[in-house]
């Protein structure tokens, strides 16, 4: 199936350019695009506007300049936390789903469920902020 991108509407013009441009998000919709599609069809389609309006603010938040996500995922802290610390089991799976944005997007909206989302949401910063915490506590960072 083609498509002219000049019938698209505006939104699903800048939509379809940001995917092309993106692997992460051609990785992430391969995976859950059709799972996407069909919550928005369905009555209850304001769960999944819930958890793309989760992602946004969390990228917002997250990743840019003196943000803790970037702290982490551009110094790769989450392996050096689980190596300096010799995690294994359930605590080092915690912490190895904020290994990366990526991981994150796919641990959120794992199950396209807003209140899921908004659970796995907070789980997420807590874990951020234990990265950063065990990070300091191993000097494995220096945050001045």
Known sequence: MSFEADAMPPL???FAEAVRCSPEN??????YGHALIH???EPDAGSAAMVLKIL?????NL???GNWGSLIWDHDLVAKVIAATGLSGEAKQQLERVASWDEVCSYVCESLDGATAQERAF??????QEVVRLAVEFELVDLE
Do not use: K
């Open 63 to 65: 990743l840019g300049d």
């Open 39 to 41: 919550s928005l069809i």
């Open 123 to 128: 789980e997420v910063t807590e874990r951020i």
């Open 56 to 60: 946004r603010l969390m990228r917002e």
């Open 26 to 31: 051609q990785a992430w919709l391969f995976l």
């Open 12 to 14: 699903m013009r800048d």
